[in-house]
């Protein structure tokens, strides 16, 4: 079974930073692409980033292109989601997801989440 917790959400004001972390069990982890998810009160779950095993390739939601940088430490099983410049509307849970196929962008292609975590973000 693999487990993924996030970590390092938190309060911050408009225009600041904050850098989510999210660490996998097992020793499959550099074998996946992983993604970050958010959802908001009131919303549907919504794609926030992805990236490849290797970390050759990224991919962001067009919300947050620019703004948001995820990366990866595969020694570490761990992948980040860097987050600057944020606003308030950047405020919801933040979940990881492991990709086990299909595209990207869809929530349903990722089998395994975390237990998420919160980032608010005050005007």
């Known amino acids: 079974q693999v487990q993924l917790v996030e970590s390092g959400g938190g309060l911050v004001q408009a225009g600041g930073s904050l850098r989510l972390s999210c660490a996998a069990s097992?020793?499959?982890?550099?074998?996946?692409?992983m993604g970050w998810f958010r959802q908001a009160p009131g919303k549907e779950r919504e794609f926030v980033a992805a990236?490849?095993?290797?970390?050759?390739?990224?991919y962001y939601a067009d919300s947050v292109k620019g703004r948001f940088t995820i990366s990866r430490d595969n020694a570490k099983n761990t992948v980040y989601l860097q987050m600057n410049s944020l606003k308030p509307e950047d405020t919801a849970v933040y979940y990881c997801?492991?990709?086990?196929?299909?595209?990207?962008?869809?929530?349903?292609?990722?089998?395994?989440w975390g237990q998420g975590t919160q980032v608010t973000v005050s005007s």
């Open positions: 990236i490849r095993r290797n970390g050759g390739n990224t």
């Open positions: 097992g020793r499959t982890f550099s074998s996946y692409a």
């Open positions: 997801a492991r990709h086990y196929g299909g595209s990207y962008y869809l929530e349903t292609s990722y089998e395994y």
